[in-house]
């Protein structure tokens, strides 16, 4: 898959099983019909459907540890627990950034391409991340199926997406890093980086005033490496400078989409953004049903940059657009390419949806 920071050989057997569940929804936005025509009803009721069946899938098979490791266990109410495993992790934003940044091994600089920003992004190494996640496997592997699915490395659609977000809302380093942020539209939205990892791009609306939500798999990722990130980049805004307080949530998409729920955060946020995480056709199921279930209808976006094809686990933009196009929720675009030879080809995909729902909101 190819991390930015090298990292272990890409072994990867993760859940072998494929569901069909998502693409046998034919309509249905939280929050309204995404069809014009008395499908509304039936819709919700094949969404809500379509989930069970995703969960029920997913309690039969499950090979999940939960956000926090544990043994390995299959089927029966243990496997359940990885699904209410989800929660929100306390603001370590809050705390004062020194130490935060005691807990991240190294700092440096990374430049989005296309301009003239520089984020701050602190570092964990694989043998420390093996330490916080109990798992020696991690030394020699990017992923630990269903335990650790990448979060401590930096990919390079993350850095694919921040460059987009700059260039589209005309980002400078004096918007971000210095003074008030200016009027790039970003400061009066709400933000949900789904597989945040470093979580850069949403650093970068964070500074740029969203108020930013970070979602991980592993709540140790959060804890050692977003937050750090995040508190770094806030440190060195200029004193007085106020930015939304950063929220962190830990846990599987489907169980995070629920718990968001609870906290009254469905169909709440303007932008999704999502980097490196459609790489297997079935995660990629779950990420989708969170995406719907999150995202604020009518003119919620979510921008998901991937690879157009991960080799040896089957994922990728086309078939993440395909699937999209066949649940029919939401309509999908590609916005950007990216070939420079550091990886295979890759996309940002916009996901909105469709023109024809705006009136039921108005
Ligand atoms: C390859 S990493 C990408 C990290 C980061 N977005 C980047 O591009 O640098 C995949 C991310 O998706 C998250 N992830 C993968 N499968 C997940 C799942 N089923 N539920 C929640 N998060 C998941 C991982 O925790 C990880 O942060």
């Avoid at 057997?13 to 998502?22: E, K």
């Avoid at 496997?79 to 005691?102: I, K, M, N, T």
């Avoid at 995660?283 to 604020?296: N, P, T, Y």
Wanted: glycine share 12%; with cysteine.
């Amino acid at each position: 898959m190819g991390g930015e920071e090298g990292g272990g050989a890409f072994a990867f057997n993760f859940f072998a099983a494929q569901t069909g569940a998502v693409a046998a929804v034919a309509v249905a936005a939280r929050g309204g019909s995404a069809s014009s025509e008395g499908a509304d009803a039936d819709a919700l009721e094949a969404a809500a459907e379509a989930r069970a069946a995703l969960v029920a899938e997913a309690e039969a098979e499950c090979i999940l540890h939960g956000p926090h490791g544990g043994a390995a266990q299959r089927g029966g109410q243990a496997d359940w627990a990885c699904f209410e495993g989800a929660e929100e992790v306390e603001a370590p934003a809050q705390r004062r950034a020194s130490e935060d940044l005691a807990a991240a091994e190294t700092l440096s600089e990374i430049q989005i391409p296309g301009t003239d920003i520089r984020l701050h992004k602190c570092a964990v190494t694989s043998d420390a991340a093996a330490a916080l996640l109990g798992e020696t496997q991690l030394q020699e592997s990017d992923l630990v199926p269903g335990k650790y699915e990448g979060g401590f490395k930096l990919w390079e659609g993350a850095v694919d997406l921040a460059a987009y977000i700059a260039r589209e809302h005309k980002l400078l380093a004096a918007d971000v890093i210095t003074g008030t942020p200016a009027e790039s539209g970003l400061d009066r939205l709400r933000v949900l980086e789904l597989g945040c990892g470093h979580g850069l791009p949403g650093v970068l609306c964070l500074l740029a005033g969203s108020e930013v939500h970070f979602q991980d798999y592993n709540r140790e990722v959060l804890t050692s490496l977003t937050a750090p990130n995040v508190a770094a980049n806030l440190a060195r805004l200029p004193r007085g400078a106020v930015r939304p307080r950063a929220r962190y949530f830990a846990g599987d998409w489907l169980a995070v989409g629920s718990l968001l729920s609870t906290k009254g955060l469905d169909a709440s946020y303007d932008l999704v953004l999502t980097a490196e995480t459609i790489y297997s056709p079935h995660g990629a199921s779950r990420l989708l049903e969170c995406i719907k279930q999150v995202l604020r209808p009518p003119h919620g976006v979510a921008l998901v940059a991937a690879k157009s094809h991960y080799f040896g686990v089957g994922g990728g933009t086309a078939g993440f657009a395909a699937a999209v196009a066949a649940d029919g929720t939401l309509e999908v675009e590609r916005v950007w390419v990216v070939e420079d030879g550091a990886s295979n080809k890759r996309e940002i995909l916009k996901l909105a949806f469709p023109a024809s729902i705006v009136p039921y909101f108005m």
